[in-house]
């Protein structure tokens, strides 16, 4: 057993040597640090151990990172560019064009176009082994790449994540005027060589119109009190306009739809949700901060939360239709005074389960929520923190409500009780236009579920399959 021990160790250190040095931190193996052969002699072990030893890449700060460098014998990075990214190879792969010398090998080439492992360059290559190659996933790449940006973003912060997502070629900051003239000229590439800028607030929102600014003010005749309630004045009123005009509003001729904005403000509430839940105290684990962000960043949620906080009162459309359901979602929530925690269809009655009511969530009720974050983030000059503090307040109950016990989904839940045995059916179409679904639980029934779409009908099959099998679980007894 200790000389199995012994050896195995022996092995892990010498795998340990053929990683580092294989050119993953732009190094190479030297054939002088191993003997001509690797056969085990008596009295010593089956491998010999590398004289490599790894040191950092390290460059001289840049001027436009001068802002993260730690202060003096704290022990803490140079600066944000300590490492050249550009040096980078895939693990166990190393680009020829660091191999220069003779007795130096490559473990391995890698040509995306031609997919040749150096074969034609002549050189010295190792066979596909594990203890010296390894085959890595796209989504473990992509996974590593998202927590170096996490990694990033919560140590150094938001700018620091920017340049980093630059660095790797993705070009989320404008490069300075003089930087990108010289850049061109001199065809350099390397980020060290670049000084990235700073995002600009786009122009005003408004449209060319004659009479713009007395148009405006007759739209948002009443949104002061709007205003008092969520906490926070707009300095430009475009956007508070802009953020509660639906697209069938024609009477508006001076700003778009709230569209635009919903797509900012949905990207904006899922970061800031998801850093507050990271940020927690209690340290979720990863599959718990997933169910809370689930359970928060969702339609249902942001469409109930309107209707809380009078929303609905200033949403400025021109469609009878979608004012209906809005009123009726309005009267349901007045109704239950309560919130749903996932994405799922709400209910009038469980008395009889084949016509049961379902109450459709108003998508323009959540669409408007989210497009008011959007106008806050550009109106306050893009700043996070002034949304947050707008919106916190409204989320607060919810998060500590969902955060000590989180909700799942009726699909999600039934199929970690029953994974093998509950099969869902195709949708089928109902003589009135609805969705229909059947949930069969092999032994224990089957189940239907009714909804104006596949993912409404899907859920109510669940949750009626959900309360019949706890229904027949047997009842523990406590003395």
């Not at 306009?241 to 001729?253: C, E, P, V």
């Not at 009720?365 to 497009?371: A, K, L």
């Amino acid at each position: 057993m200790e000389e199995d021990l012994e050896y195995y160790k022996e092995h892990i250190k010498f795998i340990d040597n053929m990683l580092l040095g294989s050119g993953a931190f732009g190094k190479k193996i030297s054939l002088s640090a191993f003997p001509p052969h690797l056969g085990p002699s008596p009295g010593s072990s089956p491998f010999v151990e590398s004289s490599y030893e790894w040191k950092a890449n390290k460059k001289s700060p840049h001027p436009q990172t001068a802002a993260y460098q730690s202060e003096p014998g704290s022990g803490g990075p140079v600066s944000a560019e300590e490492f050249d990214y550009s040096s980078w190879d895939a693990m166990c792969y190393l680009d020829p064009s660091k191999a220069g010398e003779e007795e130096d090998f490559v473990v391995g080439f890698w040509n995306p176009s031609e997919e040749n492992l150096g074969v034609e360059l002549g050189k010295q290559t190792i066979s596909y082994d594990l203890h010296t190659e390894q085959c890595i996933a796209d989504k473990s790449i992509a996974d590593c790449v998202e927590a170096l940006l996490g990694c990033y973003l919560t140590s150094c912060g938001e700018r620091a994540a920017q340049m980093f997502l630059c660095s790797l070629g993705l070009k989320v900051l404008p490069l300075e005027q003089g930087a990108a003239a010289g850049a061109a000229q001199s065809g350099r590439t390397a980020a060290s060589d670049l000084c990235y800028g700073w995002l600009k607030i786009p122009p005003r929102c408004m449209l060319d119109h004659p009479d713009a600014e007395h148009t405006l003010n007759h739209l948002i005749s009443g949104f002061e009190n709007f205003e008092r309630k969520i906490s926070y004045t707009f300095q430009n009123k475009a956007y508070l306009l802009q953020a509660f005009t639906h697209a069938s509003y024609h009477y508006n001729t001076i700003t778009d739809c709230y569209q635009r904005l919903e797509f900012l403000g949905d990207a904006i509430l899922d970061y800031l949700i998801t850093k507050h839940l990271y940020e927690d105290p209690r340290q979720h684990s990863p599959g718990v901060l997933t169910d809370l962000r689930s359970a928060l960043v969702n339609n249902t949620i942001f469409a109930s939360l309107a209707v809380k906080y009078d929303y609905h009162k200033y949403f400025k459309a021109i469609s009878p239709e979608l004012f209906h359901v809005i009123d009726d979602f309005v009267q349901f929530q007045l109704e239950k005074n309560e919130m749903q925690g996932m994405d799922s269809e709400l209910r009038r009655s469980e008395e009889d389960e084949e016509k049961e009511e379902d109450i459709e969530v108003p998508k323009a009720m959540g669409d408007i929520f989210e497009s008011l974050a959007g106008a806050i983030y550009m109106d306050s000059g893009m700043s996070l923190e002034t949304v947050w503090q707008v919106y916190y307040p409204m989320m607060r109950p919810l998060i500590e409500k969902f955060s000590a016990n989180v909700p799942r989904s009726p699909v999600r839940e039934l199929l970690e009780m029953e994974p093998e045995t509950a099969k869902f059916s195709p949708a089928e179409r109902t003589y009135d236009g609805k969705v229909r679904v059947t949930v069969e639980v092999v032994g224990k029934g089957k189940f239907k579920g009714v909804g104006r779409s596949y993912r409404i009908a899907k859920s109510a099959a669940a949750r009626r399959a959900l309360r019949s099998l706890k229904a027949n679980q047997p009842q523990v007894q406590t003395s």
